[in-house]
């Protein structure tokens, strides 16, 4: 049987983190023959992304320009992707999540009638404007693609309501865990590395923000800065870290209500294994990213979702992330509740992580694997996994 010809199509920090295991398991796999095409998206966050990784992509179509537009991103990943579908000819590509350059290389590979593999298929707000533009993005790549792999079986459920073939669906648990715990296992990994400021004593706790999403620009991201600002005065055993996303309409903001104030930390943008130690030493998690949800409950650490909704309504019912929204007072309420109460956040920390085993990567290999050699359907141990 000859190798099936495989194209990774990825471009963010995410989206490497998430395809990285998935590329080493079928890169030992003798059935697969294996190439990797960056948008690079975002330029220097990926590349902290791919060294820590190890990986070495076969294409680099390097579209990153100051102040792009996400009109700008998509015609040049599409722009520059048919030469590189041309040449590759892969019998299948594979994109991840819910990105402009997921979408544009679906589409991409569309277009040259190249089967299509969705990884992390079927998460769900239906709110086109949270998160935005992904919720669109992963809407129009679910038909398009010819393979789904959705990290739970709400996330399937979600893409049976919307008539995608069953036939099509396999539930594999969430990469971002495989990646995790491959990091995790790195001695360089271990808490208490970074600045001494940021290892707390006993009796300090460390609060992990992350606040850049597109919709939270402006007055939401003002108040959830001003949260943090009350937070610190009301609880002085409190320290908070802050990476900050290089975005201006981010960086702006944080800078004028955050910038020297005690107890607030706000630093660059970490790169991976930095921020999986500052993670594991942290105490709590207040974020409006969406793969933090699935991070967090792996170590054991609640997560306050600053958004309105989420497309990991699994976090919300397993117990590990609870939305607070934007709100000042919310805020400041629920992380002074999981602060002062051992009770409340004990339920959290100790709740089963819905998100995966660190064996999905394996999954989707073995799925494509028996795809290609045209049996009727993997084996038992490879159904949907809760």
């Given at each position: 049987?000859?190798?099936?010809?495989?194209?990774?199509?990825?471009?963010?920090?995410?989206?490497?983190?998430k395809?990285?295991?998935?590329?080493?398991?079928?890169k030992?796999?003798?059935?697969f023959?294996?190439?990797?095409?960056?948008?690079?998206?975002?330029?220097?966050?990926?590349?902290?992304?791919?060294?820590?990784?190890g990986?070495?992509?076969d294409?680099?179509?390097?579209?990153?320009?100051?102040?792009?537009?996400?009109?700008?991103?998509?015609?040049?990943?599409?722009?520059?992707?048919?030469?590189v579908?041309?040449?590759e000819?892969?019998?299948?590509?594979?994109?991840?999540?819910?990105?402009?350059?997921?979408?544009?290389?679906?589409?991409?590979?569309f277009?040259?009638?190249?089967?299509?593999?969705h990884?992390?298929?079927?998460?769900?707000t239906?709110?086109?404007?949270?998160?935005?533009?992904?919720?669109?993005?992963?809407?129009?790549?679910?038909?398009?693609?010819?393979f789904?792999?959705?990290p739970?079986?709400?996330?399937?459920?979600?893409?049976?309501?919307?008539?995608?073939?069953?036939?099509?669906?396999?539930v594999t648990?969430?990469?971002?865990?495989?990646?995790?715990l491959?990091?995790a296992?790195?001695?360089?990994?271990?808490?208490?590395?970074?600045?001494?400021?940021?290892?707390?004593?006993?009796?300090s706790?460390?609060?992990?923000?992350?606040?850049h999403?597109?919709?939270?620009?402006?007055?939401?991201?003002?108040?959830?800065?001003?949260?943090l600002?009350?937070?610190?005065?009301?609880l002085?055993?409190v320290?908070?870290?802050?990476?900050?996303?290089?975005?201006?309409n981010?960086?702006?903001?944080?800078?004028?209500?955050?910038?020297?104030?005690?107890?607030?930390?706000l630093?660059?943008?970490l790169?991976?294994?930095?921020?999986?130690?500052l993670?594991?030493?942290?105490?709590?998690?207040l974020s409006?990213?969406?793969?933090i949800q699935?991070?967090?409950?792996?170590?054991?650490?609640?997560?306050?979702?600053?958004?309105?909704?989420?497309?990991?309504?699994?976090?919300?019912q397993?117990?590990?992330?609870?939305?607070?929204?934007?709100?000042?007072e919310?805020?400041?309420?629920?992380?002074?509740?999981?602060?002062?109460?051992?009770?409340?956040?004990?339920?959290?920390?100790r709740?089963?992580?819905?998100?995966?085993?660190?064996?999905?990567?394996?999954?989707?290999?073995?799925?494509?694997?028996?795809?290609?050699?045209?049996?009727?359907?993997?084996?038992?141990?490879?159904?949907?996994?809760?």
């Amino acid at each position: 049987m000859d190798r099936l010809r495989t194209l990774l199509i990825f471009g963010t920090r995410p989206e490497a983190i998430k395809l990285a295991p998935v590329i080493r398991e079928l890169k030992r796999r003798p059935a697969f023959r294996v190439r990797t095409c960056v948008t690079a998206q975002h330029r220097q966050l990926l590349d902290q992304v791919l060294d820590v990784f190890g990986l070495r992509p076969d294409h680099d179509l390097n579209i990153m320009t100051q102040g792009q537009s996400l009109f700008n991103v998509t015609a040049r990943t599409l722009e520059r992707l048919d030469p590189v579908l041309r040449r590759e000819r892969p019998d299948i590509v594979l994109v991840q999540g819910d990105t402009t350059t997921a979408l544009a290389a679906a589409l991409a590979a569309f277009y040259h009638r190249v089967p299509v593999a969705h990884v992390e298929a079927g998460l769900r707000t239906y709110d086109l404007d949270q998160p935005y533009p992904e919720e669109l993005n992963r809407r129009l790549i679910a038909p398009i693609a010819r393979f789904n792999f959705p990290p739970t079986r709400a996330a399937a459920r979600n893409l049976l309501a919307e008539r995608i073939p069953a036939s099509s669906i396999f539930v594999t648990g969430n990469t971002v865990i495989d990646a995790l715990l491959d990091i995790a296992r790195n001695p360089q990994s271990a808490p208490c590395t970074l600045h001494s400021a940021l290892c707390p004593s006993p009796q300090s706790k460390l609060i992990l923000v992350t606040a850049h999403r597109r919709e939270n620009f402006g007055t939401p991201l003002v108040h959830i800065c001003q949260a943090l600002l009350r937070i610190t005065r009301r609880l002085p055993e409190v320290e908070i870290a802050y990476p900050v996303h290089p975005n201006p309409n981010v960086r702006r903001v944080a800078r004028r209500y955050l910038a020297s104030r005690p107890r607030i930390h706000l630093l660059p943008p970490l790169e991976y294994l930095p921020f999986v130690r500052l993670l594991r030493q942290s105490h709590l998690v207040l974020s409006d990213s969406g793969g933090i949800q699935e991070e967090a409950p792996a170590f054991g650490k609640p997560v306050l979702v600053l958004r309105s909704c989420t497309e990991r309504p699994e976090a919300l019912q397993a117990g590990t992330a609870l939305l607070v929204g934007t709100s000042t007072e919310r805020i400041v309420a629920e992380t002074t509740r999981l602060i002062r109460s051992r009770l409340a956040y004990g339920r959290m920390a100790r709740a089963r992580n819905p998100f995966g085993d660190g064996h999905a990567a394996r999954r989707i290999a073995d799925y494509l694997e028996y795809r290609h050699a045209q049996r009727p359907r993997p084996p038992h141990e490879f159904r949907p996994h809760p």
